[in-house]
């Protein structure tokens, strides 16, 4: 089951404290802004609280705490693509009325499809390594008369790009190259598993 903060809970339960049109402007303001595009992908500018005639007169950090949770709401079951019915679930569990959890919801369901194409486009994404491949080879090197022979090593790392494209990247190193390299993909390898242990502790 889908969980919220508590500071997003409790910032959603500040939109039951508007009226019905400062609400219906709020909701309205923060799914353009957190849209940023029309149904045809052409960018809308986003607006400023000032420009929403209908929050005049209300308390500026409410509005603001509530939009920040309704928008951190939003891209969050954006992001998990979140049922209907676990929107619904948790915007009860915020005790917000049941015409804003459909106003909510309906708005919600038919700006899906823009938050996630937003969301896409604007996300960190890294390759993955799928694949890698390496073998000794040997460089000839000249020192005056003598010749030495000198261990060489080509890597070749298969990456997948985010977009499903598959890409090479080869790279020759000498064995203390390597072996610097090794110790630290070894390095990273541990903190990351130290961080998923703290992660998984809390």
């Known amino acids: ?3 919220i903060s508590p500071d997003t809970a ?3 339960a500040l939109l039951g404290q508007f009226s019905d049109p400062s609400f219906s402007s709020l909701l309205k303001w923060t799914f353009r802004n957190a849209c940023g595009e029309d149904a045809k992908g052409k960018p809308q500018a986003m607006t400023a609280l000032s420009d929403v ?3 005049e007169g209300e308390d ?3 509005i603001k705490s509530a939009h920040m949770a309704l928008l951190t709401f939003i891209y969050e079951a954006a992001k998990t693509d979140m049922h209907p019915v676990q929107i619904t679930s948790l915007l ?3 005790k917000l009325p049941e015409g804003h959890i459909k106003a909510i919801s309906g708005l919600f369901e038919r700006c899906k499809p823009i938050l996630r194409n937003v969301l896409s486009r604007n996300r960190i994404s890294f390759p993955k390594l799928i694949d890698i491949e390496w073998r000794l080879d040997h460089q000839m090197r000249s020192r005056t008369l003598d010749q030495v022979r000198e261990a ?3 890597v070749r790392l298969k990456l997948k790009e985010p977009t499903g494209h598959e890409k090479l990247i080869e790279m020759t190193c000498n064995h203390s190259e390597l072996a610097d390299l090794h110790a630290r993909l070894k ?3 541990l903190k990351v598993e130290k961080l998923i242990r703290g992660a998984k502790g809390k």
């Open 60 to 62: 500026e950090i409410m």
């Open 187 to 189: 390095n990273a390898t």
């Open 1 to 3: 089951m889908a969980e």
């Open 92 to 94: 009860e569990d915020a």
């Open 53 to 55: 005639k209908d929050l």
């Open 152 to 154: 060489v090593y080509l």
């Open 10 to 12: 409790a910032g959603l």
